[in-house]
Nanobody
């Protein structure tokens, strides 16, 4: 069973950068499409970025496009989200997810990490 663990969150000033990581210890990782989602207080969980199982295809939410890069290293069973030029609006708990579908919808993902907090101060 896929077990996802996020890391890399923290407090950063506006304009700064963070790199989030998502690790899985199972061999299922390399067969899964992987996504990043985020949830701010009082808001629904929203799509951030997705990467195909091979890493050959990616897609981003408009809100982070041009500022973020999703990547994966299947040899290390790890996915990354590099976020630059962060804005206070990016403050949220960030979750990684694994699933079979190529989807921007949280309900289509079967496995989730516990989340990592990202706080951007103005």
């Amino acid at each position: 069973q896929v077990q996802l663990v996020e890391s890399g969150g923290g407090l950063v000033q506006a304009g700064g950068s963070l790199r989030l990581s998502c690790a899985d210890s199972t061999r299922a990782f390399s067969r899964s499409n992987m996504g990043w989602f985020r949830q701010a207080p009082g808001k629904e969980r929203e799509f951030v970025a997705i990467i195909s199982s091979s890493g050959g295809a990616t897609a981003y939410a408009d809100s982070v496009k041009g500022r973020s890069t999703i990547a994966r290293d299947n040899a290390k069973n790890t996915m990354y989200l590099q976020m630059n030029n962060l804005d206070p609006e990016d403050t949220a708990v960030y979750y990684c997810a694994a699933g079979a579908a190529w989807s921007r919808y949280p309900y289509e993902y079967r496995y989730w990490g516990q989340g990592t907090q990202v706080t951007v101060s103005s």
